[in-house]
């Protein structure tokens, strides 16, 4: 079965500095990987998703994440964090039609 | 445009009671999806209906019955609540397949007590 393991259940940065949210992957067939945001009694929402080709895929609101198959991850980065971007963020692998989500890192800014 | 709607968004049951969580999606969708989230878990996969007609087992099927009443609505029942299910419920549609986004509601708090 695949899974996806997240590091660090809550990271704090301060405004303008880089965020760097970890998540590797368990998988014996070539992963589809997807970054989910969930901001406080919302749902969630996609913030991008790897299939196949360009490693590196950008998201909404400055994210982008790069799928490395040498070391099985799939960490969600952004240059310049913005206090808007305090939320819960999921990692996700598709396994077979349905997502199955890590265990979800908050994220906290810091004026 | 509504997307995915849940209903009720905040219920209170004693051990025991039954409840049903209903779910409804405008998109056209082929599969609708219920999770559970509980702090430091992340979201759990309850029930899947990946077409209309058909029904899956999740991770934590146990005290859950679905039905995928038609390609729109997907409702999720509690027979005898307990404690243990205090959690937020989330319903979730895609087109279906394995790069098939899918598109949250804004959740169900429902407390046990």
């Known amino acids: 079965a695949q899974s996806v393991t997240q590091l660090g259940s809550h990271v704090s940065v301060s405004e303008g500095a880089l965020v760097l949210l970890r998540c590797n992957y368990s998988?014996?067939?070539?992963?589809?990987l997807f970054w989910y945001v969930q901001y406080p009694n919302q749902g969630l929402q996609l913030l991008l998703k790897?299939?196949?080709?360009?490693?590196l895929v950008k998201g909404i609101n400055g994210f982008e994440a790069e799928f490395k198959k040498s070391e099985t991850s799939f960490h969600l980065t952004k240059p310049s964090a913005h206090m808007s971007d305090a939320a819960e963020y999921f990692c996700a692998v598709n396994q077979g039609g349905k997502l199955i989500f890590g265990q979800g890192t908050e994220l906290s800014v810091k004026p | 445009n509504a997307g995915v709607t849940q209903t009720p968004k905040f219920q209170v049951l004693k051990t025991g009671q039954s409840m049903t969580l209903q779910c409804a999606q405008d998109?056209?969708?082929?599969?609708m999806y219920w999770y559970r989230q509980d702090p430091g878990m992340g979201l759990r996969l309850i029930y899947y209906?990946?077409?209309?007609?058909?029904?899956d087992k999740g991770e934590v099927p146990n005290g859950y019955n679905v039905s995928r009443l038609n390609k729109r609505e997907f409702s999720l029942r509690l027979e005898s609540a307990a404690p243990s299910q205090t959690s937020v419920y989330f319903c979730?549609?895609?087109?279906?397949?394995?790069?098939?986004?899918?598109?949250f509601g804004e959740g169900s708090r429902l407390t046990v007590l």
């Open positions: 998109m056209n969708h082929n599969s």
């Open positions: 790897y299939t196949t080709g360009a490693t």
């Open positions: 998988s014996s067939v070539p992963p589809y």
């Open positions: 209906s990946a077409s209309e007609g058909t029904t």
């Open positions: 979730a549609s895609s087109f279906g397949g394995v790069t098939g986004e899918l598109f």
